[in-house]
């Protein structure tokens, strides 16, 4: 923890320890006590428990709650409509996607078709103008020497 080369002892600091002050407890004056009046005694209830004891106690009265405000009913109009929006909109959806995939099909197939015609229009062109520049093949003919080079007929 100290270097080495350090000849004396590290030096002790003092330490000072601080105990918490507790503050005086605050004056706690208890709540007043109201009389409550009841206006009637009430009933006291004993029940007989299958076993034989007897358990008697008052009787409570369940607590009433307030009634709430009953939220109107939504009707199957309502509801029917709101389902009925719901699938329009699906459908919708469903359409934009197959007539935007049918469009980009038509499309594909299209520029294949114009690919197909190019190279088949430079292939007749290739034809055309090769045959018409010498005819390297085919029967030749040399009247005025009655050579006839494909049946081998001389003259």
């Known amino acids: 923890m100290y270097p080495e080369h350090t000849p004396h002892a590290p030096t002790e600091r003092a330490v000072e320890i601080h ?43 369940p607590a009433r709650t307030e009634p709430v405000a009953a939220k109107p009913a939504v009707s199957r109009t309502a509801v029917n409509v709101a389902l009925g929006g719901v699938g329009f909109l699906a459908v919708c959806g469903g359409l934009i996607l197959l007539t935007s995939f049918i469009a980009v099909l038509t499309a594909f197939i299209t520029q294949l078709i114009t690919l197909a015609a190019v190279i088949f229009g430079g292939w007749v062109a ?11 093949t085919g029967t030749t003919v040399n009247i005025r020497k009655a050579t006839f080079k494909r049946n081998h007929f001389h003259g």
Not at 23 to 51: E, G, H, K, M, R
Not at 129 to 136: F, K, N, T, V
């Open 19 to 61: 105990q918490p002050t507790p503050y005086p407890p605050a004056a706690v004056q208890p709540a007043p006590v109201v009389p409550v009046q009841l206006n009637t005694v009430p009933a006291v209830a004993s029940i007989v428990l299958p076993d034989g004891r007897v358990v008697t106690g008052y009787a409570i009265e």
């Open 126 to 136: 290739v034809q055309i103008l090769s045959a018409s520049g010498h005819r390297a």
